[in-house]
Each structure stands twice: as C-alpha cells, then as structure tokens.
T-cell receptor, first 110, second 115 residues
Framework: GDSVTQMEGPVTLSEEAFLTINCTYT??????LFWYVQYPGEGLQLLLK?????DKGSNKGFEATYRKETTSFHLEKGSVQVSDSAVYFC?????????FGSGTKLNVKP | NAGVTQTPKFQVLKTGQSMTLQCAQD?????MYWYRQDPGMGLRLIYY???????DKGEVPNGYNVSRLNKREFSLRLESAAPSQTSVYFC??????????????FGSGTRLTVV
C-alpha cells in the first residue's frame, strides 16, 4: 500500500544552518506530495505542496522538489531560524486518501 | 477566519466513560476527517466523511463512532473509553479543486487522557 517514510528526529541545528529533512514515498499512480508543519500546541498547517513530478513547492524559505525517479520529496531551507522549531510531516495524497509520515521534530538553537 | 474548530481542547476520562468530540468548519468543505496522533506514529485516520450523509472507516476505527450532523459538523464519539485511546485527536476538512484535493485544514486538536 501507499506509505511515507521520513527521517527520525529530533534534528537539532544552530540558527542560520542549512536544513534537510528527508522524505521518501511508496505509491501507485500519481500522488500529490505535501509538507505540513505543527507548532507546539497547535494543529497541522500546510507548508508547501507539489502535484506532479519535477514540481517545486516553496513557502517561507522552505522548498521541496517532487522527484519521481527517486520517489522523494526532501524538505530544505537555506538558513533556519529559532521560530522554525516545530514538527514537520511529509504526506502524500493518492486516490483521495492522505498518508502521513511519522513526523520529524526540528529544534533550532540561537 | 475560524477555519476548523474543535472542542474541547483537553479532556480527562475514566476508563469506561463516554464522550463526544465536536468539530465544526466554516469553509463549506464537503469532506471531513478525524485523525489521532500518537508519538512516533504520525497521524492515523479514524473515520472520514466524504460528503454530508456519508461516513467511512479509516485505518483505526475500532472503539469509535462518528456522526456527520450536517455539512459543517462532524463529531467523534467514544462509547467506552480505554487507556489505549489516550491521544491527541485532530479534525480536518478539505475541498476538491479541479478533481484533486488541495490539502487539509486542521483544527488545533483535542488532547484526551483516559485513566
């Protein structure tokens, strides 16, 4: 069945460091791919998405490229801030069903 | 600008008690969902309602029931709470656009503890 695998956390970085959170997926057909962010005590918020191969989603300095050849959708940011500390979820949507990864906690230290 | 509203935000139950988690959305979305979030397991779908008047089981429906009261509201009921149902519960809604769902809007969650 369809599934999403993302790197385990927590990931701890210093402010202004480069961020990569890996995400790979297994799916039939042509899924859409998403990154959601969850700040402490809040629900999930859509961060970015890509609906077809080679699309790049971007928002708030974060980027992810839909790579069908490697079945990946890695999240990157060139310079993280303390305010980026949160849990990040990779997800895929296929045939009207969502599948979420287990989440990666990011801690950014000043 | 409410989006998806869940009540209550926190709840402690004794084993065997019942309760209903409420969810309402004001975005005129057709589809609504209930998820639970447990450490290291991401979000798992409990039940969903693709449209008013329909409900379907998700990945982990045992011990739960749902009601799609109208287009706005989708409630989740625990008839006899068990400690294994201690979790954070999220309601979400979505709307198809060009035949593809654009993504979910999530509520802020209900933290439930069963003792």
């Amino acid at each position: 069945g369809d599934s999403v695998t993302q790197m385990e956390g927590p990931v701890t970085l210093s402010e202004e460091a480069f961020l990569t959170i890996n995400c790979t997926y297994t799916a039939t057909g042509y899924p859409s791919l998403f990154w959601y962010v969850q700040y402490p005590g809040e629900g999930l918020q859509l961060l970015l998405k890509a609906t077809k191969a080679d699309d790049k989603g971007s928002n708030k300095g974060f980027e992810a490229t839909y790579r069908k050849e490697t079945t990946s959708f890695h999240l990157e940011k060139g310079s993280v801030q303390v305010s980026d500390s949160a849990v990040y979820f990779c997800a895929l949507l296929n045939f009207n069903k969502f599948y979420f990864g287990s989440g990666t906690k990011l801690n950014v230290k000043p | 600008n409410a989006g998806v509203t869940q009540t209550p935000k926190f709840q402690v139950l004794k084993t065997g008690q019942s309760m209903t988690l409420q969810c309402a959305q004001d975005m005129n979305h057709n589809s609504m969902y209930w998820y639970r979030q447990d450490p290291g397991m991401g979000l798992r779908l409990i039940y969903y309602s693709a449209s008013e008047g329909t409900t379907d089981k998700g990945e982990v429906p045992n011990g739960y029931n749902v009601s799609r009261l109208n287009k706005r509201e989708f409630s989740l009921r625990l008839e006899s709470a068990a400690p294994s149902q201690t979790s954070v519960y999220f309601c979400a809604s979505s709307e198809a656009a060009r035949g593809r769902i654009e993504g979910y809007t999530f509520g802020s969650g209900t933290r439930l503890t069963v003792v």
